[in-house]
Structures are given as structure tokens and as C-alpha cells.
């Protein structure tokens, strides 16, 4: 499975980006999809996952309802779109794929996944 993450780019505090994780290869055998981010100096954190099979979701406590996870089964994507971005929130953004099946709160831990795309970055200024 390989994952490509895209999206980012250099915004203003308090717009909206939306990122995308298009996945290829033996897709079939995904279960959940996981959006984490490293800011510089800092350790990569969550930032919200989506299970496949029926799109429950899971958001890290910090975001206040300003990030939607979503999927398009049609084309192997998964989205994260974000609102009212703030400067603190510049990081690269990567998104990884389980191919097991996994509980909620068992989609924070990054080591639960398989597979990891490359990273985009978000740029956020003041």
C-alpha cells in the first residue's frame, strides 16, 4: 500500500485547508486511516482517524471541533479538512493506514499503523 498525502501549503491564521490521503496498491485490506502531525522541535502528535467500514470517527481533545475527517471509498481517499487554522498549528501533516482492525482510542497510537505517506506541509503565519 502506498499513501500520498496532499494539500498543504502557506496560509494566514484562521483559514481553512484541506488535506487528502489517496491511497493505491492493495487498498482492500484498510481499515482505518489516521492524520497525525509533527510541528517543528515537537513530537508527532494525533490528529484524528476515520474507520473504513461504516466512517466512525475519532478527534484528538485539542482540535475544538475545527477539523473534519471523511472518506471516499470510490476513490481511496481520505479527507482532513481544517478551519480556522492557527499559527501553533504549522506542522507536517502525514496520514497512515491500519490494516487490522483496531479500537477508537487505539487509533491515537501512532505504532498501530502500517503504513505511512510522506507528509505535507502546513504552513500557518500571523
Known amino acids: 500500500v502506498q499513501l500520498q498525502a496532499s494539500g498543504g501549503g502557506l496560509v494566514q491564521a484562521g483559514a481553512s485547508l484541506r488535506l487528502s490521503c489517496a491511497a493505491s496498491?492493495?487498498?482492500?485490506?484498510?481499515?482505518?486511516t489516521g492524520w497525525f502531525r509533527q510541528a517543528p522541535g515537537k513530537e508527532r502528535e494525533f490528529v484524528a482517524a476515520i474507520r473504513w467500514s461504516d466512517g466512525v470517527t475519532s478527534y484528538a481533545d485539542s482540535l475544538k471541533g475545527r477539523f473534519a475527517i471523511s472518506r471516499n471509498s470510490a476513490k481511496n481517499t481520505v479527507y482532513l479538512q481544517m478551519n480556522s487554522l492557527e499559527p501553533e498549528e504549522t506542522a507536517v501533516y502525514y496520514c497512515?493506514?491500519?490494516?487490522?482492525?483496531?479500537?477508537?482510542?487505539?487509533?491515537?497510537?501512532?505504532?498501530?499503523?502500517?503504513?505511512w505517506g510522506q507528509g505535507t506541509l502546513v504552513t500557518v503565519s500571523s
Open positions: 497512515a493506514l491500519r490494516t487490522l482492525p483496531l479500537s477508537l482510542v487505539a487509533t491515537r497510537e501512532q505504532g498501530n499503523y502500517d503504513y
Open positions: 496498491g492493495r487498498t482492500s485490506s484498510r481499515y482505518t
